[in-house]
């Protein structure tokens, strides 16, 4: 930096300036100055290394401290004299180990520097900040390397990816007791409503809610509306409102949250089945219908789980640039880069992941998938026919709605969620990948679209067809609009408004559902036919009031008989 010379008080001196213009480095320089009246006058100055994150340029003829070859980029710039650095946004810029303290002006530590793209947590805004304080590059409460974790003081909210404080650390007793009896809650409605894939009319929904949830920054970036948004979310198996679960939650705990709550609803309805076979007014009570459930939370199930299992194996390279001039890669888990991935804490989220996918995802797609072509040519070898005794109950819910050539419908629309999910999940920013991810959509429902009226209905109902239709049309409108449009403020309009007749739609199945259960009841029969007998004798009586004034044809057509009269005969079912 500049060195000055001042002059004493009260004596006649001018300022005088001078820029040193020497390469940075431990050599002890002099400034000399020499005067006429007093003897010369000199300074012993060493020019200090650049900090870390700036390197020695020579500009113009001068040695000054610029942007590092680590930091520098397009759209990237350094201040020396404020010791800032200023991007564009959708950028982090700071240092590996993000846990040392240090000194903006520091220049002789061993610290590695990471300059790669953020653009999940980061800031879309430009942004100016010194590598001792990188937080500033971070929105929604996030920090820490590459915005992958919460600042301090503020924990993960289920129900989205941002961070807030928590006030009451004993709220989680409270939460995980209301999540428990929801479980129970929504088991025993699946099972008095019959509300299952057994009936055919959940395949199509199930479906649509699935991809809504999956698109729902990609169809309005402004979000629906609470009351809809929350109908999906439910129907996903998720929590549809942020809360702070407890204090210091990460994504690390959050991940292991999404695979328990499936996993609770299996046990409750495993339970449930295994109590039908042992007690035999349970299994009057329950009906047919604990199987089909048990069908149903799986695919309620499968979307979160294979999602949850993405993103917990979605991995990250990262370059890292050290000042000792050596560059390496590092492996970091992609949804929160603080974690090195497969090693530490990690190591065991990835395990289970693994284990969920050999042991639930892949057999449960093939099965679905193939179940026609095993049925016919597997099971017939004794040791695959006792393996195959056991499972079929559960396939035969998906695929008694079915025509018997059309069975493996329901694994073709469980196949044709997988390559939306990966696109979905996978993509780095959802609004600069827009076009690309309604485009796959929109692929995929004509496929499955015209797969269907080639077939010609592959539901025995025909109701079930159309309701399948119906919801498939419904996507495509929504995904079409988003495509046309780039007006944000219509885009929501018809967002909101496809969404109110998708849940008009459900609220329309739950009521048939619930038609089809209480017209198998004894009460429902005895009121029918109390009705139907009360209509009757409201008929009598308005006969017996008609009769008492007969005009004169009709009182003269009671005395001669008409000739066009004829005998009933008796019925040919009775005949024989």
């Not at 930096?1 to 300036?17: I, M, Q, T």
């Not at 100016?128 to 937080?135: G, R």
């Not at 009671?558 to 005949?575: F, G």
């Amino acid at each position: 930096d500049h060195v000055y010379a001042r002059p004493k008080p009260g004596s006649n001196c001018s300022l005088a300036e001078y820029k040193p213009n020497h390469v940075p480095s431990h050599v002890k320089h002099t400034l000399l100055f020499v005067t006429e009246i007093f003897s010369s006058i000199y300074w012993d100055y060493i020019v200090n290394e650049c900090p870390i994150g700036f390197s020695v340029s020579s500009s113009q003829g001068r040695f000054i401290c610029a942007c590092s070859q680590s930091v520098s980029r397009e759209n990237v710039t350094c201040n020396i004299t404020s010791l800032t650095i200023t991007h564009n946004g959708l950028l982090w810029i700071g240092m590996y180990n993000t846990s040392t303290s240090f000194n903006a002006t520091a220049n002789n530590i061993d610290a590695c520097i990471i300059n790669e793209d953020c653009l999940l947590y980061c800031s879309p805004n430009p942004v100016t900040f010194q590598l001792n304080d990188t937080d500033t590059q971070c929105v929604d409460n996030r920090g820490h390397r590459m915005c992958g974790s919460c600042r301090e003081g503020y924990s993960l909210l289920m129900g989205s990816n941002k961070c807030g404080q928590c006030h009451d650390n004993y709220m989680i007793i409270a939460w995980i007791a209301l999540f428990a009896v929801m479980g129970v809650l929504l088991v025993v409605l699946l099972i008095a409503l019959n509300l299952t894939v057994s009936v055919g009319t959940l395949n199509g929904l199930l479906f649509y809610a699935n991809i809504v949830k999956l698109y729902e920054p990609v169809f309005s970036r402004k979000g629906a509306l609470p009351v809809l948004s929350q109908v999906i979310s439910w129907i996903n198996l998720d929590f549809g409102f942020e809360i702070c679960l407890y204090n210091g939650m990460d994504s690390y705990a959050k991940q292991w949250l999404q695979f328990a709550f499936p996993l609770y609803l299996w046990i409750i309805i495993i339970i449930i089945i295994q109590l039908c076979k042992r007690y035999g007014k349970i299994s009057r009570l329950m009906g047919s219908h604990a199987v089909p459930v048990l069908s149903t939370l799986f695919l309620l199930s499968y979307t979160k789980l294979v999602r949850t299992i993405v993103i917990v194996l979605h991995k990250r390279e990262v370059t890292l640039h050290c000042t000792n001039e050596s560059v390496r890669s590092v492996s970091l888990w992609y949804e929160d880069p603080n974690v090195e991935y497969a090693k530490g804490k990690h190591a065991e989220l990835f395990g289970f992941a693994l284990l969920v996918s050999v042991v639930f995802v892949i057999p449960y797609t093939l099965f679905l998938l193939l179940s026609p072509f095993y049925e016919k040519y597997l099971s017939n070898y004794m040791l695959l026919n006792t393996f195959w005794s056991r499972f079929k109950p559960i396939i035969d819910a998906y695929s008694g709605p079915m025509k018997d050539e059309y069975r493996f419908w329901p694994g073709l629309l469980l196949v044709a969620r997988i390559p939306v999910l990966l696109s979905a999940t996978l993509v780095d920013s959802f609004i600069q990948s827009q076009h690309f991810l309604l485009s796959m959509l929109l692929v995929v429902l004509a496929i499955v679209l015209s797969l269907g009226y080639c077939f010609g209905g592959v539901y025995i109902k025909r109701m079930n067809n159309v309701l399948e239709v119906w919801f498939l049309l419904n996507l495509c409108i929504m995904a079409s609009l988003s495509v046309v449009f780039t007006d944000d403020s219509k885009v929501l309009i018809w967002y909101n408004n496809c969404l109110s007749v998708f849940i008009f739609s459900f609220i329309l199945i739950v009521v048939y559902h619930f038609y089809l259960q209480i017209s198998h009841m004894e009460c429902y029969d005895a009121l029918i036919k109390k009705l139907s007998k009360k209509q009757d004798e409201d008929d009598d009586s308005l006969l017996d009031v008609t009769e008492s004034h007969l005009t004169v044809d009709q009182q003269r057509r009671e005395i001669i008989p008409s000739s066009t009269d004829y005998v009933r005969r008796e019925s040919v079912v009775d005949l024989f």
